[in-house]
């Protein structure tokens, strides 16, 4: 039985700002049903890739197809069967939540019975049902994330596209908006997403490539990608301020490899707590020691020697 076709398919994909190349000839595949993600900074390219995909921004060169389709040549009929959560929330402040949707829901030629029965249950969804009669404007910033959701699933699309779609929000808000994305993928919508939280990109996605100015530099699930480029662990020393660059030398070994940073060294291994014995023998004095497992973060580092918060 044949592999199913990729939902979005690029190869070589490369979008050009006058003489600043955004995306570099990128590769990758995105499968029905699969939560898939673009990992790396601000100006690692991934928005300007999302632009491209929602058929928004031309392609400069390269191959792009999404749901089979040319966006260049199928932009209309693209963008009716895809949600797109912008950057920024483009809401109507001064309309109320559940006009903001019905607003919206008219521009796909909803049958306005059919939207409204839609409305109701995108309320519901987003847990706005009490809130569908307030105007927008006094709304928190989690809510108002939530509307931008249930608006880009008015005509029901079969691929959602979301821009770092937690950020500037607080923990429990973050937390509850992934909670309405577990949701969607469990009812078969398939989510492409950007971020640059590590946490993010281990919590939502299946799989995700790593990007970094304008290049994809590494690709698989988010286990993989830390089995293969880290340790299972990673001892964390503090020492003085600008010590770190002098105590390199005396931690060298004892770990697969050291990350020495500004305000900290990291030691990758696979045993913290032998790492930590080994320390104490060789009487370095830490102000401070952090035992925890490696995560994308640790990827980054090792594949870019950059942060994926500059």
């Not at 990729?6 to 994909?13: E, K, M, Q, S, T």
């Not at 190349?21 to 928005?47: I, M, T, W, Y």
Request: glycine share 10%.
């Amino acid at each position: 039985m044949p592999a199913a076709q990729p939902l979005i398919r690029a190869r070589g994909l490369t979008k050009d700002f006058g003489s600043f190349r955004a995306v570099d000839a990128v590769d990758f595949d995105v499968g029905g049903g699969e939560a898939f993600g673009f990992l790396g900074p601000n100006g690692a390219g991934k928005s300007s890739t999302m632009r491209m995909i929602a058929c928004v921004s031309p392609r400069s060169s390269g191959e792009l197809t999404v749901l089979g389709l040319d966006p260049e040549r199928a932009g209309p009929e693209i963008r009716g069967r895809i949600g797109v959560v912008p950057q920024e929330d483009n809401l109507d402040l001064e309309l109320t939540v559940r006009e903001n949707l019905y607003v919206y829901g008219r521009y796909f030629d909803i049958p306005r019975a059919v939207l409204r029965d839609r409305i109701e249950q995108l309320l519901a969804f987003a847990q706005l049902t009490e809130r569908g009669d307030d105007r927008v404007e006094p709304l928190s910033g989690g809510m108002k994330r939530r509307l931008t959701i249930a608006r880009s699933l008015v005509n029901e699309p079969e691929v959602l596209l979301l821009d770092e779609p937690t950020t500037g929000l607080d923990p429990q808000a973050r937390h509850a908006l992934w909670d309405r994305l577990y949701r969607l993928k469990a009812d078969g919508v398939t989510l492409v997403l950007t971020t640059h939280y590590m946490d993010e990109a281990e919590q939502l996605c299946d799989r995700l490539v790593v990007m970094d100015r304008g290049r994809i530099a590494a690709e698989g699930s988010p286990g993989r990608l830390i089995e293969q480029f880290s340790t299972r662990e990673v001892v964390e020393l503090r020492f003085g301020p600008g010590e770190s660059e002098r105590m390199a030398e005396k931690v060298h070994g004892l770990g697969d490899r050291v990350e020495v940073l500004p305000d900290r060294i990291l030691v990758y291994t696979d045993n913290g707590d032998a790492t930590i014995d080994a320390v104490g023998q060789r009487q370095l004095q830490p102000l401070g020691v952090l035992v925890r497992r490696s995560t994308l973060e640790d990827v980054f580092l090792r594949l870019t020697g950059r942060h994926l918060i500059d």
